[in-house]
């Protein structure tokens, strides 16, 4: 049952990478176009590279930011990455597992909704 389920994964790829569908994120540096593919979901994302979403939080900006944006179907990017850096400490203030600053982000991003 594996196999095949692992099998039918691949052939998905396959067939999306040949359509150029896999992700719009590209760099030269790092690994995110390898981590954002159609079969990754937002937890897996966020344990994959919490450090580097991090590390863009703290910076305000950078393609971590983006695909995690575009993985929780924020559609401003910029304003997304504002909303990150302002709300770290209550984003990644003790975090146990990683995935837990999804409802961190919600929470942060309903609160700024509320009160603008």
Same mark, same amino acid.
């Given at each position: &049952?594996?196999f ?6 691949l052939?998905? /790829?396959a +067939? /999306? +990478?040949?359509? +150029? ?5 590209? @760099?030269?540096?790092s690994?995110?176009?390898?981590? *954002?593919?159609?079969d990754?979901t937002?937890n =897996?994302? *966020? @344990? ?5 979403? !991090?590390?863009?939080?703290?910076n305000g900006?950078?393609e971590? /930011?983006?695909?995690?944006a575009? /993985? &929780? ?6 304003? $997304?990455?504002?909303? &990150? ?6 984003? $990644? ?6 995935? =837990?600053?999804i409802a !961190?982000? =919600? ?5 700024? @909704?509320?009160?603008?």
């Amino acid at each position: &049952m594996r196999f095949t389920k692992n099998l039918l994964a691949l052939t998905l /790829l396959a +067939s /999306l +990478s040949a359509c +150029s569908a896999i992700t719009d994120f590209t @760099s030269s540096t790092s690994s995110t176009v390898d981590t *954002v593919t159609p079969d990754v979901t937002l937890n =897996e994302f *966020v @344990s994959q590279r919490y450090l580097a979403i !991090r590390q863009d939080a703290a910076n305000g900006s950078g393609e971590n /930011l983006d695909a995690l944006a575009k /993985l &929780m179907g924020k559609t401003d990017k910029a304003a $997304f990455a504002k909303l &990150m850096q302002q709300n770290f400490d209550r984003i $990644f203030r003790d975090v146990h597992q990683p995935h =837990e600053i999804i409802a !961190r982000i =919600e929470s942060s991003t309903q609160a700024t @909704s509320n009160r603008g």
